[in-house]
């Protein structure tokens, strides 16, 4: 059993992991997907086979922290303090081996264009001008395409879990539903293409498709009916079913004061019948 902490930096806003092994281990062991947000700095505009980091939903983040598998980390805060703690030697290791691959990175490119020249020259039976593979020192290197590494796992685990930050404000309804139907063996993804908080799968979202599109209510709450048929027409549409889900409260016999309530999480499917 791993019963390591992972960091969950707290970023403008956004909750992300950055780190491949506690991605992996949220998705086996609690049923955590997560979005992959992150684009490649020669196609910003790409929005498909996106990386890291990953991003959580606020109920992801809250489920992982209350059951002792994460705390949240202010990321700019953090990696200040760490920064401003290197001595200048450390600082010029750093900006010497970001100076390094910068020009591995360049010689390369510069390679592979060779290779193409080369095989034109060969069609077209002409000489053209290969690039130098020799570096310039006089000439700055361009240092944007040079990966900065963001992974907290260098830094010391106590220190990081010390300055962790509180967990995030959610609403109720919706996480308890998301919090029943994961610790029931569902995977969760959000729902807002379908109008509803959560679409729930019965396994692993890469090997199963999504059974039904999920939304939270208190136990009280007034559902139109016209929300009522159209949520099952559109889960019926779309070869899911649509399932709601309340907090039940029930007064305990042995004990009547507000304190002692035996709660009960209900939940209930609608389909359509003879649609779709």
């Given at each position: 059993?791993?019963?390591?902490?992972?960091?969950?930096?707290?970023?403008?806003?956004?909750?992300?992991?950055?780190?491949?092994?506690?991605?992996?281990?949220?998705?086996?062991?609690?049923?955590?997907?997560?979005?992959?947000?992150?684009?490649?700095?020669?196609?910003?505009?790409?929005?498909?086979?996106?990386?890291?980091?990953?991003?959580?939903?606020?109920?992801?983040?809250?489920?992982?922290?209350?059951?002792?598998?994460?705390?949240?980390?202010?990321?700019?805060?953090?990696?200040?303090?760490?920064?401003?703690?290197?001595?200048?030697?450390?600082?010029k290791a750093i900006a010497d081996e970001r100076q390094k691959m910068a020009i591995?990175?360049?010689?390369?490119?510069?390679?592979?264009?060779?290779?193409?020249?080369?095989?034109?020259?060969?069609?077209?039976?002409?000489?053209?001008?290969?690039?130098?593979?020799?570096?310039?020192?006089?000439?700055?290197?361009?240092?944007?395409?040079?990966?900065?590494?963001?992974?907290?796992?260098?830094?010391?685990?106590?220190?990081?879990?010390?300055?962790?930050?509180?967990?995030?404000?959610?609403?109720?309804?919706?996480?308890?539903?998301?919090?029943?139907?994961?610790?029931?063996?569902?995977?969760?993804?959000?729902?807002?293409?379908?109008?509803?908080?959560?679409?729930?799968?019965?396994?692993?979202?890469?090997?199963?498709?999504?059974?039904?599109?999920?939304?939270?209510?208190?136990?009280?709450?007034?559902?139109?009916?016209?929300?009522?048929?159209?949520?099952?027409?559109?889960?019926?549409?779309?070869?899911?079913?649509?399932?709601?889900?309340?907090?039940?409260?029930?007064?305990?016999?042995?004990?009547?004061?507000?304190?002692?309530?035996?709660?009960?999480?209900?939940?209930?499917?609608?389909?359509?019948?003879?649609?779709?």
């Open positions: 059993m791993n019963d390591t902490k992972f960091p969950i930096s707290y970023i403008h806003g956004k909750y992300l992991l950055f780190d491949i092994e506690a991605i992996k281990y949220f998705r086996e062991k609690y049923h955590i997907l997560g979005i992959l947000s992150g684009t490649l700095p020669q196609l910003p505009q790409q929005n498909i086979f996106l990386g890291l980091p990953l991003q959580l939903m606020k109920e992801e983040v809250y489920y992982l922290v209350k059951n002792g598998a994460a705390f949240i980390i202010n990321d700019g805060n953090v990696h200040e303090e760490h920064f401003n703690s290197l001595t200048d030697n450390d600082r591995e990175q360049m010689l390369t490119a510069r390679t592979k264009e060779n290779e193409k020249k080369i095989q034109i020259m060969k069609k077209i039976n002409k000489e053209i001008p290969l690039d130098t593979l020799e570096y310039d020192s006089t000439k700055p290197v361009n240092l944007t395409m040079v990966p900065v590494d963001t992974n907290t796992k260098g830094l010391k685990s106590d220190h990081l879990e010390a300055s962790s930050i509180g967990l995030p404000e959610i609403e109720r309804s919706r996480y308890l539903i998301f919090e029943s139907l994961v610790m029931n063996g569902f995977f969760l993804n959000p729902g807002l293409r379908f109008g509803c908080d959560f679409v729930a799968y019965p396994g692993d979202a890469l090997r199963f498709h999504s059974h039904f599109l999920v939304n939270g209510y208190n136990w009280n709450d007034e559902i139109p009916l016209l929300l009522l048929i159209g949520g099952g027409r559109l889960g019926t549409g779309v070869k899911k079913a649509w399932l709601i889900g309340g907090e039940q409260e029930q007064c305990n016999s042995a004990a009547s004061d507000d304190n002692n309530l035996d709660r009960k999480y209900r939940q209930y499917s609608i389909e359509w019948s003879g649609f779709g």
